[in-house]
């Protein structure tokens, strides 16, 4: 009995030094896990968001050596009524306007600060647009028409294979992914578990393998199309989307901060919602798409892709918001008038017919309630009418 209760306390002991082993060199992914499924969590949320680095991996983005370009204070503007009921309904964090290159307002909430590099999510897609129309016209990608699996042979036979570029640009690629922020078990959060744990999105995109319409035929928001564009830009060119990004968008606008990405467990961008800047360097980025891709005059992305992408080419239905390639526009849009969105609350909205820049940041938990996005583009066109 004796020698049988040794035997059991050594096993015991043996179990519980594999058991720590394992814990000290999983650690980090386990740190990460833990720190995704509590990422939306409300007494945690706002910090997160700030601090993106504590829960990915992530790979810097260089602001380059040009000087920090100025945005020069205009006269402070009056916000609308509502408007504080809106920053607190909304969890916002910043809200920065900008109009003729001056900062007409500039606020932060929630203990957050100027300095924070805040997680855009989807604002980011709005970027890989931008990159991408560059290399259109540098003649690296041939045409929008061309299929994705000629520059990513990984996504034949896969839900993929037959999307061209348009399509997945346009978000009607017809793959089946469920977008759901709120069910833990959505492809949208097994994606972000997936990241946490060191895996590849690129095998991740490869692996879908249902449909559930045509490319081209139905719009519907799938995010993991962006990524099949950044598979497309590395693809092509044989770079990383990180410095690509850094050379060819964000060194002639004199940002104020280094950037970041978070990126998968092989090192690449998380191209579809993994950027953060401070809003200042947010509203640097908008001003020059704004200005026809022009900033400092310096042509950074081609104006006529500017007017392309930022136009209603997705096929939604009707009384759908419009979608472009990677932005999105007002159902009632005016001439100019577009923007990029995140979930939780994350907007660059631009109005170009007032010269008008705004740049919103927040944690949201209820952003997914109806009407919560139709009530933020009115408060923005509210902002807009009070300068």
Do not use: C
């Not at 990241?195 to 035929?217: N, R, V």
């Not at 993994?274 to 200005?291: E, K, S, V, Y």
Request: glycine residues 10%.
């Amino acid at each position: 009995m004796r020698r049988a209760l040794k035997i059991i306390v050594r096993s015991v002991l043996v179990l519980a030094l594999v058991i720590v082993a394992l814990g000290l060199w999983k650690r980090e992914e386990i740190t990460r896990l833990l720190a995704v499924n509590s990422l939306f969590a409300e007494e945690k949320i706002v910090g997160n968001f700030s601090n993106m680095e504590g829960a990915f991996e992530t790979t810097p983005l260089a602001r380059g050596g040009k000087a920090i370009s100025p945005l020069p204070q205009g006269g402070e503007m009056t916000l609308p009524a509502g408007a504080d009921q809106w920053i607190k309904d909304r969890a916002i964090t910043s809200l920065l306007v900008l109009q003729g290159g001056q900062i007409r307002h500039e606020s932060y909430y929630l203990g957050t600060a100027p300095n924070d590099r805040r997680i855009s999510w989807s604002v980011a897609k709005s970027y890989l647009s931008a990159l991408f129309g560059v290399l259109m016209e540098e003649g690296t990608i041939t045409s929008i028409d061309d299929p994705v699996t000629k520059y990513v042979p990984l996504l034949k036979r896969s839900a993929y294979d037959g999307a061209s570029i348009r399509n997945v640009l346009n978000m009607a690629s017809g793959v089946t992914f469920d977008e759901d922020y709120l069910d833990y078990d959505s492809d949208i959060n097994r994606m972000g578990r997936v990241i946490a744990l060191g895996g590849t999105l690129d095998q991740f995109a490869a692996d879908l393998k249902e449909s559930f319409a045509t490319p081209g035929d139905t719009w519907q928001y799938v995010s993991i199309d962006t990524h099949v564009i950044g598979m497309v830009i590395r693809g092509a060119t044989g770079r990383d989307v990180p410095s690509l990004l850094a050379e060819k968008i964000l060194a002639p606008l004199g940002l104020e901060r280094d950037g970041y990405y978070i990126t998968d467990g092989a090192g690449a961008a998380f191209v579809l919602g993994g950027l953060n800047f401070t809003a200042r360097d947010f509203a640097r980025f908008g001003w020059m798409i704004a200005q026809d891709g022009n900033y400092g005059g310096q042509q950074v992305v081609p104006a006529g892709w500017i007017a392309a992408s930022t136009r209603a080419s997705a096929p939604t239905k009707p009384g759908q918001t419009g979608y472009g390639y990677q932005w999105w526009i007002p159902k009632d849009a005016h001439e100019g008038e577009f923007f990029a969105r995140g979930v939780y609350g994350q907007y660059i909205y631009i109005d170009r017919s007032r010269d008008v820049v705004i740049v919103s940041t927040g944690a949201d938990r209820n952003f997914r309630e109806q009407g919560v996005n139709e009530s933020n583009i009115e408060m923005f066109r509210k902002l807009v009418k009070f300068l």
